[in-house]
């Protein structure tokens, strides 16, 4: 039997690429769009949880148009900073639609982190207020990071940024990059409540917890707030899923596989998908009193599309290491 190479990029190679945060937004937009037309299949992801703070999926996709095919492997684990570690870690196997044979084995950290952000981004695109001036973000790690980057491009009002996290060391960090990179004004605050009034978009990026105690109130919410969650319902109380004036999710079937494993247990009937959205077959944001959330639990088309578009990237500039097959 012939042999054959794979690519094997790591994350630093990808972060050497100097890929654009556009790009990706625009990658990210197109993969929805193909969802719209029925063009992927995206099984909901199956998942195991050896403990309460950590999980383990597998997250497969495929594109048909864009001959994308692969796989994400990607864990979490609570318990990971205390130990110096990533809280989120994985790799994508990248797949030749036409014969089934792996093409290319990548870090999956970087792609999880932009993608995750560039669906927030989206999403506040079509369902923010317009004039939105200022963003809360609860968990100051990575994702907080990339979603300041990624909403900084379609909120062009953006002035402040409301942050809180457990540990206080990490809300300096962050005000440290914020001042690196933009010219927001930061406010650390006291506690979540107190972040999260007065924002026009929310941002929790918390662990996901097989046994959540949640403490976000919809109450803190001002009207015409934007709430995204980034760990399902780990952090917003059972009654903020049914309060909400709006629902949006990135994918309707994968949300009703979660409810039936006793997720979102007071979920009001969901307004539509983010791919409805993007092609505007359905309306967002109807006006500046609408408290609405847009809960996205992750969809593997986001990132095979990347994976598969940094994959061409490196073939063209000659990076990667060649393992034999």
């Not at 669906?119 to 200022?134: C, H, N, P, Q, W």
């Not at 247990?265 to 993007?278: A, F, R, S, T």
Request: net charge neutral; proline share 5%; charged share 25%.
């Amino acid at each position: 039997m012939a042999s054959y190479k794979i690519v094997y990029l790591s994350r630093k190679e990808i972060e050497s690429m100097g890929i654009n945060s556009s790009d990706v937004m625009q990658w990210v937009e197109d993969a929805f769009k193909e969802k719209y037309f029925k063009r992927v299949e995206i099984p909901p992801k199956p998942g195991i949880h050896p403990s309460n703070g950590t999980f383990i999926h597998a997250m497969p996709a495929l594109i048909q148009n864009f001959d994308a095919a692969g796989m994400k492997w990607i864990a979490g684990s609570a318990s990971n900073p205390l130990k110096n570690l990533p809280y989120l870690t994985g790799l994508i196997i990248l797949n030749d639609p036409e014969t089934g044979l792996p093409i290319s084995i990548m870090d999956a950290t970087w792609i999880t982190a932009k993608r995750t952000a560039a669906v927030s981004a989206i999403s506040a695109k079509y369902l923010a207020r317009r004039d939105a001036e200022t963003i809360s973000i609860i968990g100051c790690g990575v994702q907080g990071r990339s979603h300041l980057e990624f909403l900084s491009i379609v909120l062009k009002n953006l002035k402040k940024v409301n942050v809180f996290d457990v540990v206080y060391d990490r809300m300096l960090e962050f005000e440290s990059f914020v001042k690196r990179n933009f010219e927001f004004e930061v406010h650390k605050s006291n506690s979540p409540k107190e972040a999260v009034q007065g924002s026009d978009v929310i941002i929790t990026a918390t662990p996901i917890l097989k046994k959540p105690t949640p403490i976000g109130r919809i109450d803190w919410v001002k009207d015409g707030g934007l709430i995204m969650p980034l760990e399902f319902d780990s952090y917003w109380l059972p009654e903020t899923f049914s309060k909400v004036n709006k629902i949006y999710t990135d994918d309707l079937e994968q949300l009703k596989y979660y409810q039936a494993l006793g997720h979102f247990p007071l979920m009001k009937e969901v307004d539509g998908e983010l791919c409805e959205l993007i092609v505007e077959k359905i309306g967002g944001r109807n006006n500046d009193e609408e408290k609405i959330m847009a809960l996205n639990l992750g969809l593997a088309i986001s990132d095979i599309m990347v994976a598969k578009k940094i994959y061409e990237k490196a073939l063209s500039k000659n990076l990667g290491l060649l393992l034999e097959y």
